[in-house]
């Protein structure tokens, strides 16, 4: 049975008959130029079949499953390239299965027959998948072609084995570059155990998510580490408690990791104080990352996290340490921070004279002049763009925006 769990809501399979149109185009192994909206689920030219919120229910995702998996069988009988390359043929790259209701039996019923395809990304978030549940996954991708680079799990119940069954993911998945774990029950020994798996490995991630999860200032330990040793190139642990004790742990792993390796950083809603929040950003800057964000989730209030706090002093020492020597700090997100126009003007006399230009996304409060005049001089910035295994997972059937933090 699936589990309810941060608040995602219970699934009803659909009748398997409305499956037929998709189970029939996806038998055919053919690709798509346009998309393609059947009465379950869409096809995109880019390789992403979005089957969020469709209703597929464990029977429903085998037989999507079972049918990728034939056509598979079928173009390698035929003699085509198994393995789809950067820019390749394989008709479904990404799939996209968010709040199906698959739970354990679902999940690796269908990653077993998803080892047999060319497939880079798997998003099976909210779909009540247990730390039992991913470690069967893990079995079943171990044996796999090694084509998944992106593995998304958010709300899932992974609970105090959170960290175990990831790292038997990490372990299984040699391809993977992308791991999330939003809202999973991740703690901070489990995040131990992940982290140390990860390094013993020798493993580099370019991204790693785990906002939304009970760590606590403990949890900063394990995360450090991750940065010092410059295992990640962007760390999401945003509305996880981390707090003023956890922001100077990850303060002091700045100056220690390598320069520019660490390229985004989110710590949203993490009740950092004011004199945290600007040691964490000076040392942000200096470690060549290029976005932090220190602004508030969405879920902020869901979770119960604590907004980060910027006073006239913190903004002087942030505005200050920005202008003292050139950085990579493009974008500074400080939104519901309690910045207002004062703190905003200090930002600003600092922005005038910095050699680098970095973007301030403020938020209400801040008086058009002193807003209009920091956009002015980060006019040359240019506006984040999604990474590949982010966009990949933008769904038409969900809300989330592509380059939003996925939790």
């Given at each position: 049975?699936?589990?309810?769990?941060?608040?995602?809501?219970?699934?009803?399979?659909?009748?398997?008959?409305?499956?037929?149109?998709?189970?029939?185009?996806?038998?055919?192994?053919?690709?798509?130029?346009?998309?393609?909206?059947?009465?379950?689920?869409?096809?995109?030219?880019?390789?992403?079949?979005?089957?969020?919120?469709?209703?597929?229910?464990?029977?429903?995702?085998?037989?999507?499953?079972?049918?990728?998996?034939?056509?598979?069988?079928?173009?390698?009988?035929?003699?085509?390239?198994?393995?789809?390359?950067?820019?390749?043929?394989?008709?479904?790259?990404?799939?996209?299965?968010?709040?199906?209701?698959?739970?354990?039996?679902?999940?690796?019923?269908?990653?077993?027959?998803?080892?047999?395809?060319?497939?880079?990304?798997?998003?099976?978030?909210?779909?009540?998948?247990?730390?039992?549940?991913?470690?069967?996954?893990?079995?079943?991708?171990?044996?796999?072609?090694?084509?998944?680079?992106?593995?998304?799990?958010?709300?899932?119940?992974?609970?105090?084995?959170?960290?175990?069954?990831?790292?038997?993911?990490?372990?299984?998945?040699?391809?993977?570059?992308?791991?999330?774990?939003?809202?999973?029950g991740l703690d901070a020994a489990g995040l131990t155990v992940l982290v140390d798996a990860l390094l013993a490995g020798g493993r580099h991630f370019e991204r790693l998510y785990f906002s939304g999860n009970p760590l606590g200032p403990a949890g900063?330990?394990?995360?450090?580490?991750?940065?010092?040793?410059?295992?990640?190139?962007?760390?999401?642990?945003?509305?996880?408690?981390?707090?003023?004790?956890?922001?100077?742990?990850?303060?002091?792993?700045?100056?220690?990791?390598?320069?520019?390796?660490?390229?985004?950083?989110?710590?949203?809603?993490?009740?950092?104080?004011?004199?945290?929040?600007?040691?964490?950003?000076?040392?942000?800057?200096?470690?060549?990352?290029?976005?932090?964000?220190?602004?508030?989730?969405?879920?902020?209030?869901?979770?119960?996290?604590?907004?980060?706090?910027?006073?006239?002093?913190?903004?002087?020492?942030?505005?200050?340490?920005?202008?003292?020597?050139?950085?990579?700090?493009?974008?500074?997100?400080?939104?519901?921070?309690?910045?207002?126009?004062?703190?905003?003007?200090?930002?600003?006399?600092?922005?005038?004279?910095?050699?680098?230009?970095?973007?301030?996304?403020?938020?209400?409060?801040?008086?058009?002049?002193?807003?209009?005049?920091?956009?002015?001089?980060?006019?040359?910035?240019?506006?984040?763009?999604?990474?590949?295994?982010?966009?990949?997972?933008?769904?038409?059937?969900?809300?989330?925006?592509?380059?939003?933090?996925?939790?």
């Amino acid at each position: 049975m699936v589990q309810e769990f941060a608040g995602v809501p219970s699934v009803v399979p659909r009748p398997v008959g409305e499956l037929a149109p998709l189970l029939a185009w996806l038998r055919t192994g053919a690709g798509t130029d346009r998309r393609i909206d059947f009465p379950a689920g869409t096809a995109l030219p880019d390789g992403r079949l979005d089957l969020c919120k469709q209703q597929l229910g464990p029977h429903g995702a085998q037989l999507v499953a079972d049918a990728l998996a034939e056509a598979a069988e079928a173009a390698e009988a035929a003699g085509a390239a198994r393995t789809a390359p950067d820019g390749g043929e394989a008709p479904v790259r990404h799939l996209l299965l968010g709040t199906d209701g698959l739970g354990d039996d679902g999940a690796a019923a269908f990653a077993e027959r998803a080892a047999e395809i060319p497939v880079r990304t798997l998003y099976l978030g909210c779909n009540g998948i247990t730390a039992a549940g991913a470690c069967r996954i893990a079995d079943r991708l171990r044996a796999s072609t090694q084509t998944v680079r992106a593995l998304w799990l958010k709300r899932n119940p992974l609970g105090i084995r959170a960290g175990q069954a990831a790292a038997e993911l990490i372990a299984a998945v040699e391809q993977l570059r992308t791991l999330d774990l939003v809202q999973t029950g991740l703690d901070a020994a489990g995040l131990t155990v992940l982290v140390d798996a990860l390094l013993a490995g020798g493993r580099h991630f370019e991204r790693l998510y785990f906002s939304g999860n009970p760590l606590g200032p403990a949890g900063a330990e394990p995360l450090a580490r991750l940065v010092a040793a410059g295992a990640t190139d962007e760390l999401y642990a945003s509305a996880a408690g981390l707090g003023d004790d956890g922001a100077h742990t990850l303060a002091a792993a700045l100056r220690t990791a390598p320069h520019g390796r660490l390229r985004r950083l989110s710590l949203a809603s993490s009740g950092l104080g004011p004199v945290a929040a600007a040691e964490l950003t000076a040392a942000a800057a200096a470690a060549g990352v290029e976005l932090l964000d220190l602004g508030r989730v969405p879920a902020a209030h869901v979770l119960g996290a604590a907004d980060n706090r910027i006073d006239l002093a913190a903004a002087d020492r942030i505005g200050a340490a920005l202008a003292a020597a050139p950085h990579r700090l493009d974008h500074l997100v400080l939104t519901h921070t309690g910045l207002r126009s004062r703190e905003a003007h200090r930002l600003l006399d600092h922005a005038a004279v910095a050699a680098s230009p970095t973007r301030y996304v403020l938020g209400k409060g801040i008086a058009s002049s002193i807003r209009s005049r920091l956009n002015t001089l980060s006019a040359t910035v240019p506006a984040p763009v999604p990474a590949p295994d982010v966009a990949a997972v933008h769904s038409v059937h969900r809300t989330a925006a592509p380059g939003a933090e996925q939790g």
